[in-house]
DNA sequence: TTCCAGGCGC
DNA sequence: GCGCCTGGAA
């Protein structure tokens, strides 16, 4: 656990990271916080509030951001049914289950995002320290057994200057995201309207073909096709034969009839508004749930990590496999990696940039280092460049 | 010929 | 963690 390391250097003493407490009980932690680090507060509880305020000795402020409730989400197994579903509501809860270990179930989404909210409910706030801070953090608990983990996870070097010089590259070149990506779908409909296109032009994007996605939604929307009723009430083949530029075009025309038909049947024709009930739709994983979450309800609950995002992460040297400094191998480790020090109103708009960064640049093979204006500052500059086929994958046989 | 995109299903 | 889907680009 990196959880020692990060104690050590925010001196905070290992009994103040992690607690277990009872009723309406509070707790005061000294910190003494070092420059560059974004303190993370998680709070796990059950249904409970927990208010929690930042006060300070000295005459320096910390940032803190606004608590935001996002629900973990995870595409495995469930494990921790009793939690989520509440199925023994007097059983009192001792152990609260780990955050990373609030399990995913796509059957179960639908029906638990409509009722009530989920028992387990997670809480995350940041605090971002600019400089050596010291304070006292008050937490105020009013559940019966809360768990408060504190952690610290140190930005990385540069970061700012970094996402600076991308931006300023990106203020030059157009790149394909910037006129054709899928948050300009349907942009003067009405807002129901509107979000169902937006979902339904993330169903068929693919990051590299974004014209080959607009022509696609025009030809929808020619066709009145941007509409849960006449998606269901067109067949297949048809609606197959409209999207056939987009890649995989059979298994998306059936994903986006089924999703028409979950809008109408469960959502009034509306898209779904939450996270889980996004990611029950077959053909949606984390990536476009985030993109829709953020663009058609402009509510952003994570990081969408797409493939640019999750390869330059990775070539900055921003994300790190949990507890390792290896790199990550997914995008949704890249995105809880991210997600762990980046301030949230940069969540949003680093995913365009990321993308046009990466479909101009920063390219998947033979990045253009030469043309970058951070390469002076990437720890992978120039070395993958040079190698036009650095690994041969398992030949297929004729 | 190989790589790429994003999610499913094993 | 890989094969699959599909078509385009390198």
Redesign the pocket.
């Known amino acids: 656990m990196p959880l020692a390391l990060l104690l050590s250097r925010i001196h905070l003493s290992p009994a103040a990271m992690t607690s277990t407490r009872s009723a309406s009980s509070a707790r005061l932690v000294r910190a003494d916080l070092n420059p560059g680090y974004v303190l993370v507060i998680k709070h796990k509880f059950h249904a409970f509030s927990v208010a929690r305020e930042v006060k300070r000795e000295s005459s320096v402020s910390f940032d803190v951001s606004k608590p935001e409730s996002t629900a973990s989400v995870k595409?495995k197994r469930v494990k921790r049914e009793l939690e989520v579903n509440g199925e023994h509501p007097k059983k009192q809860v001792v152990i609260v289950p780990d955050i990373e270990d609030f399990r995913y179930d796509?059957t179960k989404a639908l029906t638990s995002s409509s009722k009530a909210t989920p028992s387990l409910v997670k809480v995350e706030e940041k605090v971002r320290v600019s400089s050596v801070q010291k304070g006292i953090l008050l937490m105020s608990m009013h559940s019966k057994k809360t768990k408060v983990v504190v952690f610290a996870v140190k930005a990385p070097e540069n970061w700012e200057a970094v996402l600076g010089g991308i931006k300023n590259m990106r203020l030059s070149g157009q790149a394909p995201v910037d006129t054709k990506g899928c948050e300009k779908a349907g942009s003067l409909l009405p807002p129901k309207e509107r979000r169902f296109a937006v979902l339904i032009s993330t169903m068929m994007?693919?990051?590299?073909?974004d014209e080959?996605t607009h022509a696609a939604v025009e030809r929808l929307s020619e066709n009145g096709l941007l509409d849960p009723d006449a998606i269901v009430r067109t067949d297949e083949a048809t609606l197959a034969n409209l999207i056939?530029?987009v890649?995989?075009?059979?298994?998306k025309a059936q994903?986006i009839k089924e999703a028409s038909k979950i809008c109408l049947e469960r959502f009034g024709g509306d898209i779904p508004d939450s996270l889980n009930a996004l990611l029950a739709?077959?053909?949606?994983?984390?990536?476009?749930?985030h993109l829709v979450m953020s663009i058609a309800w402009k509510n952003t609950q994570g990081i969408c990590v797409?493939?640019?995002v999750?390869?330059i992460s990775n070539r900055l040297g921003w994300v790190f496999r949990e507890g390792t400094k290896q790199k990550t191998?997914?995008?949704e480790q890249t995105r809880i990696s991210l997600e762990k020090w980046l301030p949230k109103d940069e969540w949003e708009p680093i995913n365009p940039l990321l993308v046009g960064f990466?479909q101009t640049i920063c390219t998947?093979?033979?990045p253009k280092c030469d043309m970058c204006g951070i390469n002076n500052l990437c720890p992978s500059a120039f070395k993958e460049s040079s190698s036009p086929?650095p690994?041969?994958?398992?030949?297929?046989s004729?």
């Open positions: 595409r796509r994007s693919s990051q590299t073909k080959v056939k530029p890649g995989f075009y059979q298994r994903f739709l077959r053909g949606v994983g984390p990536k476009m749930a797409d493939t640019h999750h390869r191998t997914i995008p990466g998947p093979l033979r086929n690994k041969q994958k398992k030949k297929r004729p």
